[in-house]
Structures are given as structure tokens and as C-alpha cells.
């Protein structure tokens, strides 16, 4: 123990300080410690707090310039409970979103499913959809968005290689022209007609100032039209997005943005759990049947322009009897190999996250001390050896070393913060060292019981 101290505190002072020292606006500093206090993963200041994970963020950074090149990826992020799984996959989002991607991300539910026979998957589909996010859009909704950018893109770029102007009569018929072409390319997929026959209604629409049919077009992209003679009726069309096609339209949309100017579309898909929990065994079948088709597309190019990240627990993964191996198809292509063993295969499908080290816990704590510091106005109370011996209690509990989560540290951590400055009169030390501080119980039950709910993960 006392060695594993002093190395602590050497890290400590080997570490640089140039982020804890960049001054934080406090309405970021306040978002991030109330939803690192609450369990779940801050939508804003990510980098602020980010420690670890360096080679599994590159693997998916990767696969992002595939995507860019054309190509598609699929990837599954595995880790316990309060593991790190959703703060990497936010991580990745922010940082695709930055390099021009669209991002679309939904969790399953029992309303939300891949494949379902009263509308779940439609509804993962609609989810998918309000959440499309962009650079410039970052909390969903990007559809209108993204249309209108286009139409103007091309009308700018129509203007510049003609010399007309806005008011020019010309100018139309060259800009449908280029419109036409754009679209065309998607023929060739499946329901590609009708999707380019949408965004040619969306477009004459836009010309003719016709709000209330671009309003009917946004809807069919949403799939929220019920019936095909409803669609029919409102927009002329016999075709309307079903359990059945929805994955078909994410297909299409992929290749339309790249299209529009984007660089492509990554799908992320948090709390597979919740398939894993599906009590019929025929129904979570289906399930693992459309991954397997989504997996299949992502490796033979049958899918462009798309990447696919879904994350689950171990459980949910390699239980035999409920877990997504427990589809034959699926666990031949994604169990490990006979070589892996202990070492790290971050270029297979199947990225396992590994626990974070003592060092990288001391130079998280330093962060949110610093966060915490700033956000209240006050002059750092934590020492480096507070922080030492925090980490060397928290990891000195019986089962830490197979057990404790990121989630848990960090939540202990800020109640101590808390706790602190609410009450000058105590020490950290003298906290910590006090019968009257209680731990934040394991997460990790998943051993325990199959059916426990899946909590919001960091």
C-alpha cells in the first residue's frame, strides 16, 4: 500500500495540469457535476473530465475515416455496469459530429426494439430520426435542418459554376438538374425511387414556399404516417416506412447525406440489455437476427457511408441462453479467437472494455476537484495526498479489483467534494477516515440476477 502511495502521488505530480486550468463556464461546470453526481453521462464538457480509453477512441476513430472513405463499420462496446460504456460512446458522438457526421442514437426499450410485431421497431426508427444530430444542431432534430443546407448548398453551388443570380429564370431548371442527379444515384437501392421521390417533393416544395408539404414530407421521413392511404391521400405516394424497412431508410439516408455534403452517418445504440431482456425467446431472436443483418451489410459493403456502435454488458453478450452468442450466426463472428487471452484485440468487432487504473482514477479526481472548485467559487480544499489516500480507500475495499466502476469512484468522489464545502470544519481526511462515511454500493449485480433494470451508464 504504501508503495502503490508514493507511485500514486508521483503520477500525480508528473501530470500535467493545462486542462484543469482552463477556465470552465459554470454552466458547463454545473451540467457536468450534476450528471457525473447523478450516474449518467454529461451531454456537454466531455473533454473536461475524459481520462483513459486513448486506444479504444482511436480504434473507433478509425473506423470513422472508413465511413468517410465510403466504406461502413460495425462495432460492439462491451463493459459492466457503470463500466465507461455510454461516456465513450458520447465521446465518439461529440467528436464525429465535430468532423461533419450526422449522428442518429436511440436505446431500446420493451416500445422500442430492432424488430417487433406492433411497431417496436418503427418507434427505434422514429427515435433514431427526432435524434439526428449535426455540428450546428447538436440535440437532435436535424432533418429540416439538413434538407434546407442541402437545397441551398446546391442552388450556391448551381449560381457559382453558371454566373446567374438568385432572380435569374434560368436559374431553376439548372439547380433541379443538379438536384435530379444528386438523387438519382439512389435509385439503384432498395426503395431508393421512392426515397428520391420525397426529397424531390421536399424540394419543389421549398421553391414554392409550400410550408404545409414540407411539413407532410418531414413526416413521412419520420415514419410517422400510419397507413399507406394516408401517404397516399397527403403526398401522392403508396409506400410508407414499416417494423419491416426501417433499417432500408438508414441505408438510404447514409448515401443521401454523404450526397448533402456530409461526411456520413454514425448509428449508436446504448442498452442492448434491454433486448437481452426480452422474455420471449422467439422475439429476442428476430432481434439478433436484424444485427446479424446490420452486421452482415457493415462487413460485405453492402452498406456506404454508415458505422454502427452498440454497447452491452458481458452478460448480455455471452449468456448462452439469452445473450446476443446465444444466436449461432452471430457468436461464430464474434467470439474471440483461440490467441486473445489477455491481450487487447481492439481491431475485432468486439471492443471489451478494461477497468480503469489507480492512475487514471488520481487524474480524474483531480479534474472534478478543480470543476468543483470553480463552479462554487472557492480555493482548492483537496490535496494531493487527499486524493491519494481517496483512491487507496476506494480500491482497498474487498472486490474492488473485479467490481468497482468508474460510476462509483466519481460519484463517491463529488459527495466528498460536497460534503467538504458545505462543512468547513471538516477535513477530508478526517472524513474519509470517519465511520460515518458510507460507500456507494457496488452496481454490479448482474451476476446475481437476470432480470435486474439496466441503470444509465458513465
Not at 408 to 414: H, Q, S
Request: hydrophobic letters at 40%; proline letters at 3%.
Amino acid at each position: 500500500d504504501t508503495d502503490r502511495s508514493r507511485g500514486l502521488g508521483d503520477v500525480y505530480k508528473r501530470q500535467e495540469r493545462d486542462d484543469s486550468s482552463m477556465k470552465i463556464p459554470k454552466r458547463i461546470a454545473q451540467a457536468l457535476i450534476n450528471s457525473l453526481k447523478g450516474g449518467v453521462v454529461p451531454r456537454v464538457g466531455l473533454p473536461y473530465v475524459t481520462v483513459g480509453r486513448k486506444d479504444e477512441i482511436d480504434a473507433l476513430l478509425r473506423d470513422v475515416d472508413i465511413i468517410a472513405d465510403g466504406g461502413a463499420s460495425f462495432r460492439f462496446i462491451v463493459g459492466k455496469y457503470g463500466s465507461g460504456k455510454s461516456f465513450l460512446l458520447q465521446t465518439i458522438r461529440n467528436y464525429v459530429m465535430a468532423k461533419n457526421f450526422v449522428v442518429v442514437d436511440a436505446d431500446p426499450s420493451p416500445e422500442r426494439r430492432l424488430q417487433g410485431t406492433r411497431g417496436q421497431g418503427l418507434a427505434t426508427y422514429k427515435e433514431l430520426i427526432r435524434n439526428m444530430s449535426t455540428k450546428t444542431k447538436p440535440e437532435g432534430g436535424a432533418l429540416p435542418l439538413i434538407l434546407d443546407r442541402w437545397i441551398s448548398s446546391v442552388q450556391q453551388e448551381v449560381m457559382a459554376s453558371s454566373g446567374l443570380g438568385v432572380t435569374d429564370p434560368g436559374l431553376a431548371p439548372l439547380v433541379e438538374k443538379r438536384i435530379s442527379a444528386v438523387i438519382g444515384a439512389l435509385n439503384e437501392m432498395v426503395h431508393g425511387f421512392d426515397f428520391a421521390r420525397l426529397l424531390t417533393l421536399y424540394y419543389k416544395a421549398h421553391c414554392a414556399g409550400d410550408d404545409e408539404t414540407k411539413a407532410k414530407v418531414l413526416k413521412w421521413f419520420r415514419g410517422e404516417y400510419a397507413t399507406k392511404t394516408e401517404a397516399r391521400q397527403e403526398l401522392g405516394v403508396n409506400i410508407v416506412i414499416t417494423d419491416d424497412d426501417w433499417y432500408e431508410y438508414l441505408k438510404l439516408f447514409a448515401c443521401f447525406l454523404k450526397q448533402a455534403g456530409y461526411a456520413g452517418m454514425l448509428i449508436l445504440i446504448d442498452e442492448l440489455v434491454n433486448i437481452y431482456k426480452i422474455p420471449n425467446a422467439i422475439t429476442r431472436q428476430y432481434n439478433y437476427e436484424k444485427i446479424l443483418t446490420m452486421y452482415n451489410d457493415a462487413m460485405q459493403g453492402k452498406a456506404r457511408y454508415l458505422g454502427f456502435i452498440l454497447c452491452g454488458t458481458p452478460q448480455c453478450m455471452e449468456d448462452p441462453r439469452r445473450g446476443v452468442y446465444s444466436y449461432e450466426a452471430l457468436r461464430s463472428r464474434l467470439a474471440e479467437g483461440h490467441f486473445a487471452g489477455e491481450h487487447k484485440d481492439l481491431l475485432s468487432p468486439v471492443i471489451r472494455l478494461q477497468p480503469l487504473t489507480y492512475e487514471e482514477m488520481l487524474i480524474l479526481t483531480e479534474k472534478l476537484a478543480d470543476i468543483h472548485a470553480g463552479l462554487y467559487d472557492y480555493s482548492q480544499i483537496v490535496t494531493q495526498q487527499d486524493m491519494v489516500d481517496f483512491i487507496e480507500i476506494e480500491f482497498g475495499r474487498i472486490g474492488a479489483d473485479t467490481h468497482i466502476t468508474p460510476r462509483e469512484v466519481i460519484r463517491d468522489f463529488i459527495e466528498v467534494l460536497d460534503i467538504v464545502y458545505q462543512n468547513p470544519g471538516i477535513s477530508v481526511r478526517g472524513l474519509l477516515g470517519s465511520d460515518q462515511f458510507r460507500y456507494a454500493q457496488n452496481a454490479v449485480k448482474e451476476e446475481q440476477t437476470d432480470d435486474s433494470l439496466a441503470e444509465f451508464e458513465l
